[in-house]
């Protein structure tokens, strides 16, 4: 899967991962349900501006860990520190307000509703009418409105999905779903975007699409992104760092050439050596 | 040919989001406000045709009317919101007993200002029973809504402070006098009833297509995803319940005072529950548009089986025509959920597609 | 002592009516427990089943049958009935909605409802029907220990023990045979249990005929007590805080339940009753289940709901 990475260009003077801030770390962080061990004892952290992979077996609690970085899982030991506030859990409604995004590994899109309209709800937080406002609409309301339909047809610009911007989302193929559903994550303006497997069950054209857009969203927005990717080409062409876990263990944590050279990892995860 | 949009071009977002962005639709609309605002009043002045006989109003119109307007509150909390509730009787009970209480008890207050306290009143009331809808979902949250309609039955039945110690259990509406205004023939009633419902529905159409419907929509298709992009359940279903109840509060003011004119609780029973959801089940969940349809279709049944059969000679009698609304309602909603889940305003909205392409077939 | 003998009496009194309750109820947990749909409809049921009893009842007897003959002709007919209906169900109502939301099948079931409510009287008629195949007196017992003795409705002694061997039956063909099973399997999910061969239409139709001749014998002991009548529709509705107590899935729940809700709504009657008006029959059980509700939101015995995402 390098072709991605070859019709795309990196710029080259991009400071080292290592060098910049911590923007978000979890530490000593143990999740369980019930009597199962999701997550056992993880610490790692997300620079600012950086591209971060998780990557690893099925059930080794990537998704229950962006899940804990969201709030909507609390974990039973362990802190998260957000932009410099350490905490014991995570809210959903601070995560979402400190600019905490994500994206779903089965779409969580509002079905009922339209393209245009599931974008818009990533607007709320940063829509300030109240309801009296909203009931009389026109004026502030209006103004209001109109000002963020004018941020969110940009997104609906650059992700290239005008055509179908007034079609319910529950019609629309799984890949454009997943491109709507990037959108409505992108429309919060995220400081970080929690992307969970954005490419499952797209074909090469829509995957090269997507990693366009991931990439672009990181050069131009400087959205720091944290990724669950099971294709291992897009892991090692998009990402600045890889941590890998394996049945709720980190088994490490480095660059994308380390970690593919790391026996443990190979072992539990890649199989043959690329 | 007559429907096409060729060439109107939106030029503006405002235009795009406009509630009738296509201009026939907007003539249509002109139309239809014109000929209910100052045609059919004429008509009654002037005696000409149905217009000139109270029954088209009282039987009809009014209803119509007040119906559509509970109807457009249930489908807020019901349609949008996705909170399902058998309780709207009890709500449009609390509106109408608050509405007398006010009037009664502090007869310097507006009447207008009577019948939006009570609206104030069911919404607060709504809010209470909301409460439990952030733990309490589906099938669940339905049998609590029955709590609250079986409760308040009971309560304006049973505590007599509400219907002033009458003895008989009925109230009486006090006179309709709007700042000088005083309304009585049922051509007035209807106007009266026409003003309020326009300003909700209007009130209604803005607010579900602006943020806070769009939250009610989230929390509806998947609340969690909601939670997690900042969308506050708390506020989007209690906001939800609130603004439900005040609309199904006033018409419940709007139902005994222009309406009935004097009542008994038995006429807020659960009976009147079921007759609101279905409406806005077969009108279309999640459509301002379907509650008007759904509330026209659940009234003019019982008449048309009525007046129908007997213009063929051929009288049912009253039994029978309850039992075949029973019937016919029923089978109604079965069909519509196998068909188009949507109800009647998917429906119009696709024969309107149907229209625009006419007359080719596709 | 004084008052402990009244205490006993609307105790028992509400005991055994509460079981009752437990008779609709069980109609709605085997619908659910074996097709996850949650039939809104179970009340109309014992209506329909109750007229298609009462009348075909009154019918043979006018025909000079011994009462006998004519019990058993009219519980067959009554049967029949149910049969068809639930065909009628399966084909036209549900089958349709295969694999759609619990939401939609549960609305569905509404419009059932009333199909069933406005049928069932066009065709049987919509009086009130006496009803009458049990005995209606009562025994006075313990007259020695508390003066007037303690009164037990027949009645309701003789619902208890039918309602007694339903649930046990029922339980163990859940719980033992291979249809039992199955159904299991399709309450859980209805695209899997197709794909493993399970024919869900034909379960569909099973499942509803069992529950509907449930509503029979709910029928039988309701019409007694109170005459074959549309308010029964509006006492089947009880059952749904019965449900919320005892569980949607659980056989002897449902009891448990029913119990519950007849003896706390009685119980609640005379002694808070007075206070506040009186008639809080009317609403004691929803409130009730409201309150259980708002500590454990899947009731009593339900399952603790995951969310996942």
Known sequence: MTAVAMTLDRPAAVPKAEEREILLSVENVSLSFGGVKAIRDVSFDIRKGEIRAIIGPNGAGKTSMLNVINGFYHPQEGTITFKGQRRHRMAPYIAASQGIARTFQNVALFKGMSTLDNIMTGRTLKMRTGILGQAVYWGWSQKEEIRHREVVERIIDFLEIEHIRKTPVGK???????????????????ELLLLDEPMAGMNLEEKQDMCRFILDVNDQLGTTIALIEHDMGVVMDLSDR????????????????????????????????? | MLYREAGQFKTSYAADMAIFPIRQDRIGLAILLAFAFVVVPLLAYFEIGPFGHDYIFKAILIPFLILSLAAIGLNILTGYCGQISLGGGAFMAIGAYAAYNFSL????????????LSGGMAAFVGILFGIPSLRIKGLYLAVATLAAQFFFDWLFLRVPWFTNYTPSGSVNAPELNFFGWVVNTPAERYMLALMFVTVFAVIAKNLTRGNIGRQWMAIRDMDIAAELMGIRPLYAKLSAFAISSFFIGVAGALWAFVHLGSWEPLTFNIERSFQLLFMVIIGGLGSIL?????????????????????????????????????????????????????????LWAIAKEKLRLWPFPY | ???????????????????????????????????????????????????????????????????????????????????????????????????????????????????????????????????QLYPTDAWIILDEVFPGGILISKLDVWGAVIAGVLVAGLAAFFQWTRTGRALRAVADDHAAAQSVGIPINWIWFVVWLIAGLVAVVAATVWGTKLGVQFSITFLALKALPVLIIGGFTSIPGAIVGGLVIGAGEKLAEIYLGPYIGGGIEYWFAYVLALAVLLVRPQGLFGERIIERI
């Open chain 3, 1 to 131: 002592m004084e008052g402990l003998g009244p205490f006993l009496e609307v105790l028992i009194g509400g005991l055994l009516a509460g079981v009752l309750y437990s008779l609709v109820a069980l109609g709605f947990v085997l619908i659910y427990k074996a097709s996850g749909v949650f039939n809104f409809a179970q009340g109309a049921m014992v209506l329909l089943a109750g007229l298609a009893l009462v009348r075909s009842l009154d019918f043979l007897v006018a025909k000079g049958l011994p009462f006998e003959v004519a019990v058993v002709g009219a519980l067959l007919f009554a049967g029949a009935i149910m049969a068809i209906t639930a065909w009628l169900i399966e084909r036209y109502v549900l089958g349709p909605l295969l694999n759609q939301s619990e939401m939609t099948l549960f609305m569905s079931t509404i419009g059932a409802t009333f199909i069933i409510e406005g049928a069932a009287q066009m065709l049987f008629g919509s009086d009130v029907y006496p009803l």
């Open chain 2, 105 to 116: 008890r502090i007869p310097e207050l507006p009447l207008l200002f009577s019948i939006l």
């Open chain 1, 242 to 274: 890889v941590v890998v876990l394996d049945h709720g263990v980190k088994i490490a944590d480095g660059t994308p050439d380390e970690v593919q050279r790391n026996q443990n990892v190979i072992d539990a995860y890649l199989g043959v050596t690329r």
């Open chain 2, 290 to 346: 379907g509650c008007f349809l759904g509330a026209a279709f659940i009234l003019i049944l019982p008449i048309f089986l009525d007046q129908v059969p007997h213009a063929m000679g051929v009288p049912l009698s009253v039994e029978t025509v309850s039992h075949l609304v029973y019937i016919i309602t029923g089978a109604l909603i079965c069909f519509l959920l196998i068909v188009e889940p949507h109800g009647f305003a998917r």
């Open chain 1, 172 to 190: 629309l193929p799984y890949g454009l779903q997943k491109r709507v559903e990037l959108g409505r994550a992108l429309a919060m303006e995220p």
